[in-house]
């Protein structure tokens, strides 16, 4: 025999669904969304990443979790990233090495950029070449290659792995000045920075906000900044086209990614967060002061973009007679 359903029962059964719902909905919006970082703490992107995480949770309507997976000049974290659902709950904030990777690696365990999918080119931000004062005594570009000039192979550079956007742009500096250097690659910028600060490296060329407090300290010493401009963050410092090397031009950009496959829905629910979390005034005023540039592009430019810069690094490398590892 079927039960009999009352008014009291079915109100009840109502009032049960309702209590439910809400605990179901919060628990939906309480599920993290975490970005891998393929560098390692104390990066550029590092930096960028962590003080803009508060307010691209609050965009997205839940925490952000910031979580560091250095190794192979950031291929481990890429791959990582692969191996996520293409749900918009797995992202990551990248800089112009993962364009640079297929140029200067014999072999990758994904496609750049077939096995993601880009959502936002966000902005730039300064490199900027620094030397320990106690291995090197020179305060401005010309000093520098006459030293380096005086002293062939003789002084040694760090970066945060081979075929990183750090490691091509000292090449790329050092093939302009007509030097040369030994390159000392490591597992991250974070470790690099320690060793340049320690005297076991003699130079570098780093994302600005990774080594601005050690620039006005006085620990490293700022010789030029790579952009075609000076920044706000180290206004005093020129760029090498101001000093004499008119054709040394490098920028370091970073974006927004997720894994291959996200729907149409969840790369404009992201876009729409990095736009509302990069337009937050205290992001701004944290991104002025690292000397970042914010320019958020579209999805549809992001894409574009990624496949041109490929082309424009491949030949970059090549002018810098960099051998494929």
Same mark, same amino acid.
């Given at each position: 025999m079927k039960p009999h359903i009352t008014r009291r029962t079915a109100l009840t059964a109502l009032a049960c669904a309702a209590s439910v719902a809400p605990g179901l909905s919060l628990a939906q919006s309480e599920r993290p969304v975490k970005f891998i970082l393929p560098n390692a703490t104390g990066s550029g992107v590092d930096a960028i990443t962590r003080a803009a995480a508060p307010a691209l949770g609050?965009?997205?309507g839940t925490t952000v979790v910031v979580e560091n997976q250095a190794g192979a000049g950031g291929v481990v974290g890429l791959q990582a990233l692969t191996k996520n659902p293409p749900?918009?709950?797995?992202?990551?904030?990248?800089?112009n090495n993962v364009v640079i990777f297929p140029s200067v690696l014999k072999s990758l365990p994904f496609d750049m950029p077939g096995d993601f999918t880009p959502i936002a080119i966000v902005g730039s931000t300064p490199m900027v070449l620094v030397v320990n004062p106690q291995k090197v005594s020179a305060t401005n570009g010309r000093e520098f290659i006459a030293q380096l000039k005086a002293k062939p192979d003789s002084y040694n550079f760090g970066s945060g792995g081979n075929g990183t956007i750090l490691h091509l742009a000292a090449e790329m500096f050092l093939d302009e000045a007509k030097v040369t250097a030994r390159h000392i690659p490591y597992k991250g910028v974070g470790p690099m920075v320690t060793d340049l600060l320690g005297g076991q490296i003699d130079f570098a060329v780093v994302a600005t906000p990774s080594v601005q407090q050690h620039i006005k300290s006085g620990a490293l010493r700022a010789i030029g900044m790579c952009g075609d401009k000076r920044t706000t963050a180290l206004p005093d410092?020129?760029?090498?086209?101001? /000093? @004499?090397?008119?054709?040394? *031009?490098?920028?370091?950009?970073? %974006?927004?990614? &997720?894994?291959?496959?996200m729907t149409p829905a969840a790369v404009k629910k992201?876009?729409?967060?990095?736009v509302a979390a990069f337009n937050d005034a205290g992001v701004r005023e944290t991104m002025?002061? /690292? @000397?970042?540039?914010?320019? *958020?592009?579209?999805?549809?430019? %992001?894409?574009? &973009?990624?496949?041109?810069?490929?082309?424009?690094?491949a030949a970059l490398v090549k002018k810098a007679g960099i051998t494929p590892e």
């Amino acid at each position: 025999m079927k039960p009999h359903i009352t008014r009291r029962t079915a109100l009840t059964a109502l009032a049960c669904a309702a209590s439910v719902a809400p605990g179901l909905s919060l628990a939906q919006s309480e599920r993290p969304v975490k970005f891998i970082l393929p560098n390692a703490t104390g990066s550029g992107v590092d930096a960028i990443t962590r003080a803009a995480a508060p307010a691209l949770g609050k965009a997205l309507g839940t925490t952000v979790v910031v979580e560091n997976q250095a190794g192979a000049g950031g291929v481990v974290g890429l791959q990582a990233l692969t191996k996520n659902p293409p749900d918009g709950y797995t992202l990551s904030v990248v800089s112009n090495n993962v364009v640079i990777f297929p140029s200067v690696l014999k072999s990758l365990p994904f496609d750049m950029p077939g096995d993601f999918t880009p959502i936002a080119i966000v902005g730039s931000t300064p490199m900027v070449l620094v030397v320990n004062p106690q291995k090197v005594s020179a305060t401005n570009g010309r000093e520098f290659i006459a030293q380096l000039k005086a002293k062939p192979d003789s002084y040694n550079f760090g970066s945060g792995g081979n075929g990183t956007i750090l490691h091509l742009a000292a090449e790329m500096f050092l093939d302009e000045a007509k030097v040369t250097a030994r390159h000392i690659p490591y597992k991250g910028v974070g470790p690099m920075v320690t060793d340049l600060l320690g005297g076991q490296i003699d130079f570098a060329v780093v994302a600005t906000p990774s080594v601005q407090q050690h620039i006005k300290s006085g620990a490293l010493r700022a010789i030029g900044m790579c952009g075609d401009k000076r920044t706000t963050a180290l206004p005093d410092v020129p760029t090498f086209v101001e /000093q @004499g090397l008119p054709g040394y *031009v490098m920028e370091a950009w970073f %974006a927004v990614v &997720g894994p291959k496959g996200m729907t149409p829905a969840a790369v404009k629910k992201v876009h729409d967060a990095v736009v509302a979390a990069f337009n937050d005034a205290g992001v701004r005023e944290t991104m002025a002061k /690292q @000397g970042n540039t914010i320019n *958020v592009s579209s999805t549809e430019q %992001a894409q574009k &973009g990624f496949r041109t810069e490929l082309a424009k690094y491949a030949a970059l490398v090549k002018k810098a007679g960099i051998t494929p590892e």
